[in-house]
């Protein structure tokens, strides 16, 4: 089993920052996938980013690249977000995700087994 604590959450203006932290607890693993996603009303959970492997490879979503950055601090289980140059279409309830095994695809929601409970971010015109 795996706990996933989400932080960081909140509003912010068009332009403006936020870093998002998700602690992970429980079983680890060298093979592994950490995610982000988002989800807003009335459309699908989308891909955000993803670390995985024993190497750390980290994917973006085409949207995300050069506003977003993934990192994880190995020590404390704790993967972030850092999300610079936000816009009004980034509002969504962003969540966390792990999978214990290295999955072919880190875009799919249904490669991760364990996801966080979601933070609420608002991005304001």
């Known amino acids: 089993q795996v706990q996933l604590v989400e932080s960081g959450g909140g509003l912010v203006q068009a332009g403006g920052s936020l870093r998002l932290s998700c602690a992970a607890s429980?079983?680890?693993?060298?093979?592994?996938?950490l995610g982000w996603f988002r989800q807003a009303p009335g459309k699908e959970r989308e891909f955000v980013a993803a670390?995985?492997?024993?190497?750390?490879?980290?994917s973006y979503a085409d949207s995300m690249k050069g506003r977003f950055t993934i990192s994880r601090e190995n020590a404390k289980n704790t993967v972030s977000l850092q999300m610079n140059s936000l816009k009004p279409e980034d509002t969504a309830v962003y969540y966390c995700?792990?999978?214990?095994?290295?999955?072919?695809?880190?875009?799919?929601?249904?490669?991760?087994?364990?996801w966080g409970q979601g933070t609420q971010v608002t991005v304001s015109s």
């Open positions: 429980g079983r680890t693993s060298n093979n592994y996938a």
């Open positions: 670390i995985s492997g024993p190497g750390g490879s980290i």
């Open positions: 995700a792990a999978s214990l095994r290295l999955p072919r695809s880190v875009s799919l929601p249904g490669k991760y087994d364990y």
